[in-house]
T-cell receptor, first 110, second 113 residues
Framework: RKEVEQDPGPFNVPEGATVAFNCTYS??????FFWYRQDCRKEPKLLMS???SGNEDGRFTAQLNRASQYISLLIRDSKLSDSATYLC???????????FGTGTRLTVIP | GAVVSQHPSRVICKSGTSVKIECRSL??????MFWYRQFPKKSLMLMAT?????????EQGVEKDKFLINHASLTLSTLTVTSAHPEDSSFYIC?????????FGPGTRLTVT
């Protein structure tokens, strides 16, 4: 089973829509959780860390459910500039590196 | 966020030659840096973990003699692709940890002809 699993999409949504991505992780020892954004032919950029209590940054809300081992990202009022691949990323206790999901492709349509 | 630079951004080389890629943490010290490779429309794959002052740790299937990693200082790690072949053509990305968050360099697109 993969360390991190995501629906690859693609998600095609109109401007202004709300879209949610989910991600599951396999190892209950995972400690840190992140959402990264990667534009075509560019490096991943940290979008937000995900905390147990959930956190919000403008139009973006991240949630963590440790019992079910899943992480979510909600984007409200989608903008054209939100079009990108969103990577779910997990860091496991004792592992120095990050584990990446394959990413979910989002296209926001005018 | 923290800044990680990478150089060069693009390189085209002939088969059999070696290419060196530099990764620098510009505003923080990184005892550990990571090297990833990404093929088109595929996810990032960790190649190796670079530790300052000691040997790198390579992931299974990554040849340490082909992908030489040197992490001589707290702000610089280098990856040398030796005797490059066309199948080594890829997007190579380094990253460094600052606290518990990890930041990526802009990547190096390598094309081997």
């Amino acid at each position: 089973r993969k360390e991190v699993e995501q629906d690859p999409g693609p998600f095609n949504v109109p401007e202004g829509a709300t879209v949610a991505f989910n991600c599951t992780y396999s190892n209950s020892a995972s400690q840190s959780f992140f959402w990264y954004r990667q534009d075509c032919r560019k490096e991943p950029k940290l979008l937000m860390s995900v905390y147990s209590s959930g956190n919000e940054d403008g139009r973006f809300t991240a949630q963590l459910n440790r019992a079910s081992q899943y992480i979510s990202l909600l984007i409200r009022d989608s903008k054209l500039s939100d079009s990108a691949t969103y990577l779910c990323v997990v860091n496991r206790a004792g592992a120095n590196n990050l584990f990446f999901g394959t990413g979910t492709r989002l296209t926001v349509i005018p | 966020g923290a800044v990680v630079s990478q150089h060069p951004s693009r390189v085209i080389c002939k088969s059999g030659t070696s290419v060196k890629i530099e990764c620098r943490s510009l505003d923080f010290q990184a005892t550990t840096m990571f090297w990833y490779r990404q093929f088109p429309k595929k996810s990032l794959m960790l190649m190796a973990t670079s530790n300052e002052g000691s040997k790198a740790t390579y992931e299974q299937g990554v040849e340490k003699d082909k992908f030489l990693i040197n992490h001589a200082s707290l702000t610089l790690s280098t990856l040398t692709v030796t005797s490059a072949h066309p199948e080594d053509s890829s997007f190579y990305i380094c990253s460094a940890r600052n606290g518990y968050e990890q930041y990526f360099g802009p990547g190096t697109r390598l094309t081997v002809t």
